[in-house]
């Protein structure tokens, strides 16, 4: 069956594949449902998973998730593996945001019990974590100390005071990519840096307080730690300045080096250099470190909101982390891999990229925490600030056809400048408290580009990557309380 255009045929009702043609070296597979699927081809996607799919080096499949959206040369919600030895590694398939990612902080509290210091909480953490462009923290860094960030990554933090052993156990990566060079990254990117880490940012960007109104799979969530009318935090930030301007540097730098290798380049956007050339190793590299003060980043928030409830609820802090308020998990978004996979029946390393996708590993992952192993990863997938979010386990069959995959959250359906252009004159914190969401923004257009509007139907992005495998349902939470950048 064919859909609007030949490009496109149905697999099943959740799978569609644009068949290989000239100059395609794979074919593409987008996960999606057929009453979403006209909307994809409107926004012009299409071309950009074909586009990837004509890279060197890339093995079976250029992948879309649900959620995907056009971005810069790569499709927000693609997903591709290339071959260590031809393949290439590429900027623009990480994304500016370097490790943007979420983090879900779980609490013993029900809403009862924080209802009537909800509007203190949210005030607090507001006050504690700065949110919105070139926002500064309360920290800065000099080059030395920052040197030491990109290189520990979480652990930085939680040597110098902020969190919890705990916190880096229930981390990708234990918030620490091996590999980071602090000297492939340029003064420029420290310097704009400096006073971030521990920041929300602008964009997309946001700290929610939930609560949990469902449980779909009561022996995962035990596992996890949840239960109905359990609060949790959302935390979704990347690495600042840090990791727009490595990618910015480096897609500067490939531009150069290009000629000097046989590359034909489907799009300017896409520039790549081989995974293992001089210049490809020194932005893996670069990108490491950039992951890795990323995972810092969202670490000292972590600590920030500990401080936030402690101050309201008048508590300490070591009674939160050990009763109360702990790292369920924290995954990447934006990020270039080498992992192990299955092709062809061997165990082979690839370079995985995840641009606006996250990783879904299934049980026994030798990768996943010990405490989760028998369940699978936790994946965390955000909503909007007027909609559900979700916690999923990653499956066996997203590791056979994904590459261990899955979305990363709603994507957007309508830009920023038409969100802007079409409801200027709407009060989007009147509308959200009409709901019972306590809104915060560092400003009001900030909040008009991210009204729930602007994004995919969240519920059935959830229920696409459901039904094909990808990851499975296990709690549903629902905004309280939202501070956006």
């Given at each position: 069956m064919?859909?609007?255009?030949?490009?496109?045929?149905?697999?099943?009702?959740?799978?569609?594949?644009?068949?290989?043609?000239?100059?395609?070296?794979?074919?593409?597979?987008?996960?999606?449902?057929?009453?979403?699927?006209?909307?994809?081809?409107?926004?012009?996607?299409?071309?950009?998973?074909?586009?990837?799919?004509?890279?060197?080096?890339?093995?079976?499949?250029?992948?879309?998730?649900?959620?995907?959206?056009?971005?810069?040369?790569?499709?927000?919600?693609?997903?591709?593996?290339?071959?260590?030895?031809?393949?290439?590694?590429?900027?623009?398939?990480?994304?500016?945001?370097?490790?943007?990612?979420?983090?879900?902080?779980?609490?013993?509290?029900l809403k009862k019990d924080i209802e009537k210091n909800l509007e203190k909480i949210i005030t607090a953490i507001y006050t504690n974590i700065p949110a919105g462009v070139g926002s500064s923290g309360k920290l800065f860094l000099n080059k030395k100390e920052m040197e030491k960030v990109v290189i520990s990554g979480a652990k930085w933090a939680v040597d110098n005071g902020y969190g919890f052993q705990t916190d880096l156990e229930n981390t990708e990566e234990n918030g620490k990519m091996e590999g980071a060079q602090p000297d492939k990254i340029g003064d420029h990117a420290y310097k704009r840096a400096a006073d971030q880490i521990g920041t929300l940012g602008s964009g997309n960007h946001f700290l929610e307080i939930q609560e949990i109104k469902e449980i779909y799979d009561e022996k995962t969530a035990g596992v996890f730690g949840l239960f109905a009318g359990q609060i949790t935090i959302m935390i979704h930030s990347g690495s600042r300045g840090l990791g727009h301007q490595i990618c910015q540097d480096y897609l500067m730098k490939f531009y150069k080096s290009i000629s000097k290798y046989n590359i034909n380049l489907p799009d300017r956007q896409l520039?790549?250099?081989?995974?293992?050339?001089?210049?490809?190793?020194?932005?893996?590299?670069?990108?490491?470190?950039?992951?890795?003060?990323?995972?810092?980043?969202?670490?000292?928030?972590?600590?920030?909101?500990?401080?936030?409830?402690?101050?309201?609820?008048?508590?300490?802090?070591?009674?939160?982390e050990k009763l109360e308020i702990t790292t369920l998990y924290d995954i990447a978004h934006n990020i270039a891999k080498k992992e192990f996979h299955n092709i062809d029946g061997k165990k082979t390393e690839v370079l995985i990229h995840r641009k606006g996708a996250t990783r879904a590993f299934p049980k026994e992952h030798p990768e996943i925490p010990e405490k989760y192993r028998n369940a699978g990863q936790p994946v965390i997938i955000p909503g909007t600030m007027g909609t559900s979010s979700y916690v999923l386990v990653g499956t066996q069959t997203a590791m056979e056809e994904t590459w261990g995959s899955t979305c990363h959250g709603a994507g957007r359906k309508m830009s920023r400048h038409q969100a802007v252009r079409e409801n200027k004159q709407r009060n989007i914190i009147k509308e959200l408290a009409e709901h019972n969401i306590i809104a915060k923004a560092g400003s009001r257009i900030g909040l008009i580009e991210e009204i729930p509007e602007a994004y995919k139907d969240i519920d059935e992005v959830i229920r696409i990557v459901e039904n094909a495998g990808l990851s499975k349902k296990i709690a549903k939470m629902v905004p309280l309380a939202v501070i956006k950048g």
């Open positions: 064919t859909l609007s255009t030949p490009q496109i045929h149905k697999i099943n009702n959740y799978k569609w594949l644009i068949p290989k043609s000239e100059n395609m070296n794979v074919p593409g597979i987008i996960y999606i449902s057929e009453n979403m699927l006209p909307n994809l081809i409107h926004e012009n996607v299409i071309p950009q998973i074909i586009n990837v799919a004509k890279l060197p080096g890339i093995i079976k499949y250029s992948l879309a998730m649900p959620d995907v959206h056009q971005g810069y040369g790569a499709p927000i919600g693609g997903v591709g593996a290339f071959d260590i030895e031809n393949g290439l590694i590429i900027p623009g398939f990480v994304g500016y945001d370097i490790n943007c990612g979420v983090r879900l902080l779980k609490t013993n509290f520039v790549g250099l081989p995974i293992n050339s001089h210049d490809g190793k020194d932005y893996f590299s670069a990108m490491t470190a950039g992951a890795n003060f990323a995972w810092a980043n969202r670490q000292i928030m972590s600590h920030r909101v500990r401080e936030s409830f402690s101050q309201v609820l008048n508590t300490s802090i070591e009674k939160l």
